[in-house]
């Protein structure tokens, strides 16, 4: 029996079986019932492999909330009673708690399901699915990473079976790419719509009896069937993403709908916001205008309702999903949840038995890996939004969509090259004033700038995507691909001849180029014989749309929100 299942027993609060030894300044976990009178200390080796000595089960990194000693008792008293902590044991069990607190992390979901990345220290039943090459083999700590955290819409579970499609084996029904950058100052949530037109590729899985079997792909269907459908597992979802958008998930992670009824019920509720009063007979929700609490089926039915909110169909259905997840994240970052060790027992236990991962990051060592890294993401830089769709032209009657050709790649480029969808990088003051003296002066529109773009020590294919972004995000519909440079550059340099100054100053402002950059010089013929700049790449390009100054980017035109802010579904 594990550990809360032990204290539920016996009358006890789980977070009652975690005593301090001060000789290794560790929480560990103490096994069985209370036997009542005096207790031997438990004798622990002098090498720190001790794993059971005493009847006690160690956890290392102090991870655990401290016993609550009952009143006026000694601290080598029986556990079960609870009181005040002496006046002894307080500063260390507030240091131990915070730490505690600090070492939670969100993995996000919801659309029937949510999805939560549970406490370092708990030993968990996480289901785990061997997704061969789809994935990464093991977790990078100082890399940026992609997890795709997917929702599926399989009913197993009490109460479920009103939701979903009936004979469902669980298609991806929600899924979100949460993509965490490298220095972990911000991160991106994809949501990917699961009406989403998408080539699913050939899927090597591997059967229950270990055999391995390839489930032939399909060309030009809903991206939920990349789930479930023909024994298809998460490492198929994981390959169609990469095939649809060319970023890789590294890690998965998946639930289904009863995610959502345990993790809201386990932090006493989410606080949503409606704009108008809802009242769903398909969902049974039933809320007032303003804001609310909602938990446990309440909470699976308000992120499962479609017919309440905007056109009644998925993509407005992802917006409120979309709020909820950040009032869920905010709830559980919040003092409240964080300084009580019941509630992050509750959540635990709930993350544990919803979740499936894969074979990586299946461990619970990696498992407090990935949430010490997700933990030292600012709620307000992590930034929900949409792959960028419009409704797909081979229909008359409107059901599916299809990537935005003018839109969707920027986005996918961002988070291939690391880039914030929120400016969180900050100039040196130096920096910015010389970047003010630099471009003070006349710009030219970005549409009379004409540029030659070369690569000169960029990854390969770095001046077509310059080109791409140039023309379609920036207007700089003047500007070619010129191919390699005759040498490589350790940076990005702008040639121009003195009358070119004020389309050199536009692309200067729209690439982030220092001044040391800029080199006046003499200017070059393009395909059409116009006189041109000359834009060569160096090894300092990070992708278009990274400013080569650090200062930020240029974000795309997209709908987005971010985790710290409240808004209201209408």
Request: with cysteine.
């Amino acid at each position: 029996m594990d550990a809360q299942g032990r204290g539920r027993s016996e009358g006890m609060d789980p977070a009652d079986q975690w005593v301090l030894n001060p000789e290794t300044g560790e929480y560990e976990l103490r096994p069985g019932p209370a036997v009542p009178g005096p207790r031997r200390p438990a004798s622990y080796g002098t090498d720190g492999a001790d794993a059971t000595a005493g009847g006690r089960t160690r956890i290392p990194g102090r991870a655990v909330p401290p016993q609550r000693g009952r009143r006026g008792a000694p601290d080598d008293g029986p556990p079960g009673r609870r009181g005040r902590r002496s006046a002894q044991r307080k500063p260390k069990a507030k240091k131990a708690l915070l730490w505690t607190g600090g070492t939670m992390a969100f993995v996000v979901l919801a659309a029937g399901v949510g999805g939560y990345l549970y406490l370092k220290h708990l030993e968990g039943n996480v289901t785990t699915t061997d997704v061969g090459d789809a994935g990464s083999s093991d977790f990078k700590k100082d890399e940026a990473f992609n997890i795709l955290v997917i929702g599926t819409d399989k009913r197993t579970g009490k109460g479920n079976e009103g939701y979903g499609d009936k004979g469902s084996k669980g298609h991806a029904d929600t899924t979100i790419l949460l993509h965490v950058a490298k220095d972990r100052s911000n991160a991106t949530a994809l949501s990917i719509p699961r009406d989403l037109i998408v080539d699913i590729p050939d899927c090597p899985t591997k059967l229950e009896d270990g055999t391995e079997k390839v489930i032939p792909g399909l060309r030009g269907v809903r991206f939920n069937r990349s789930l479930g459908e023909s024994g298809r597992d998460a490492g198929c979802t994981m390959r169609t993403v990469k095939e649809a958008t060319g970023i890789q998930p590294h890690h998965f992670m998946m639930a289904d709908f009863n995610a959502v009824k345990t993790l809201t019920t386990a932090v006493d509720g989410v606080d949503v916001c409606l704009e108008h009063p809802v009242d769903d007979e398909d969902s049974k929700l039933k809320l007032p205008a303003g804001e609310s609490k909602v938990e446990g089926e309440q909470a699976l039915a308000f992120v499962r309702t479609r017919h309440s909110f905007g056109n009644q169909g998925d993509l407005d259905r992802i917006k409120v999903q979309q709020h909820f997840l950040a009032s869920l994240m905010r709830k559980m970052s919040s003092s409240d949840t964080l300084t009580s060790p019941t509630k992050l027992v509750k959540l635990a236990e709930a993350a544990t038995e919803a979740l499936t991962v894969d074979e990586a990051i299946g461990k619970v060592s990696t498992l407090k890996d990935v949430a010490l890294e997700l933990k030292k993401v600012p709620t307000k830089n992590i930034s929900f939004t949409t792959v960028p769709v419009k409704d797909n032209p081979a229909e008359k009657v409107k059901a599916t969509v299809v990537v935005n050709e003018s839109k969707a790649p920027e986005i996918f480029d961002l988070i291939k090259n690391d880039v914030s969808l929120t400016e969180v990088k900050q100039q040196k003051k130096e920096e910015k004033d010389a970047v003010a003296a630099r471009l003070k002066g006349e710009k030219a529109p970005a549409s009379e700038v004409r540029v030659r773009i070369m690569n000169g020590g960029a990854p390969g294919g770095s001046a077509q995507e310059m080109l791409n972004w140039l023309q379609l995000q920036q207007g700089v519909t003047k500007s070619e691909n010129a191919g390699n440079a005759p040498e490589d550059l350790k940076k990005t340099t702008l040639e121009y001849a003195p009358d070119q100054a004020a389309q050199a100053r536009r692309l200067a402002d729209l690439l982030g180029l220092s001044g040391s950059a800029m080199k006046p010089g003499e200017s070059v013929t393009n395909s059409q014989g116009l006189p041109a700049m000359t834009l060569t790449l160096g090894e300092d390009f990070e992708g278009a749309g990274v400013r080569l100054d650090g200062s930020g980017t240029s974000v795309p035109d997209v709908e987005k929100s971010t985790a710290d802010k409240v808004e209201c579904a209408s």
